[in-house]
């Protein structure tokens, strides 16, 4: 049996800890970096090392579409991020989830920041439901990783770069999952992402036939999903006594039903009392 308490197994770990890949490849691509004086936190610059640039072509099907390549490329960036940041992951309790969508909590004055320079938010598991296109069909969010960068805007103030990875379908009957990468910035007098409105009917209100009743969301722009990062973090700086620590696992559990995460990992559990101050 699955560990309620546990997060699900991440897409990180589906696709690069199994055989040598995570031990092997990414020490390499970092090895590379330093010695072509590359910076691997900067997504364009990341691409042209040929450690990436050959693990993408090794990996990516030879049939797959032409936008494949760039979202496999995004998903090693990601990765290796992640694996460098110390695999930072928190999972947001369905009751924390539900507030920061309900409650819509104000922002204002709060600067963007994240644990360390990569995260993996893990979300409740089928609550939030998205799609690749419009024509695609609907699948349960699973997370997002969301990365942050120095760099500058436009003006050659200073700016943060945020990239972020929507990961969409794990589900035990699919071998693979979708990905939808983003990028927007964030920084002292740009206009934050998560201020901007998603959709006219509501920001994430439901678009699936039943859904209501089941109290689902939907996040069919990228505001919305913006929006949600933004309020996870704000949460997250605010209320640290809802935060509440897991250790990994040495090893997973055989038979469980839903497997989770040998990673350890914060729970991000409500601790908002009705006023809206903390417990």
């Known amino acids: 049996m699955s560990q309620p308490d ?42 042209f090392l040929s450690t990436a640039a050959d693990v993408v072509r090794e ?13 496999y490329r995004a998903l090693l960036f990601h990765a290796f991020r992640f694996w460098e940041s110390g695999k930072r992951l928190y999972t947001l309790d369905s009751a924390t989830a539900r507030y920061l969508v309900e409650a819509a909590p104000n922002l204002d004055g709060w ?4 644990p360390g320079s990569s ?5 409740p598991a089928n609550l939030f439901w998205s799609s690749i296109s419009p024509e695609a069909p609907p699948e349960p969010v699973d997370g997002v990783f969301v990365t942050l960068s120095d760099g500058t805007d436009s003006l050659g103030g200073l700016a943060h770069l945020l990239e972020v990875l929507l990961v969409l379908g794990i589900r035990r ?5 979708s990905v939808i990468p983003l990028v927007s910035e964030t920084g002292e007098g740009i206009s934050e992402a998560w201020d ?49 620590g897991t250790p990994a696992l040495a090893e997973r559990a055989e038979g469980e039903e839903a497997p989770t995460s040998q990673l350890s990992h914060v729970r991000v559990t409500l601790a908002v009392t009705e006023d809206g101050t903390g417990e």
Do not use: C
């Open 6 to 47: 546990r997060a699900r197994l991440t897409p990180y770990e589906l696709v690069f800890t199994a055989g040598d890949f995570e031990a092997r490849i990414f020490p390499r691509i970092r090895s590379e970096a330093e010695a072509e004086r590359i910076d691997p936190s900067l997504r364009e610059r990341f691409d």
């Open 173 to 177: 009957s699919r071998a693979g999952f």
């Open 196 to 244: 901007a409105e998603g959709r006219p009917e509501g920001d994430f209100a439901n678009a699936l036939p039943g859904g209501d009743m089941a109290g689902l969301y939907s996040m069919l722009t990228a505001a919305e999903v913006l929006k949600l990062i933004g309020r996870a973090f704000w949460y997250i700086e605010t209320f640290p006594e809802g935060l509440v």
């Open 111 to 114: 600067k963007f920041a994240i």
């Open 59 to 71: 990996v990516t099907p030879e049939d797959a579409p032409p936008d494949a390549l760039d979202q």
């Open 119 to 123: 995260v993996y938010l893990q979300l």
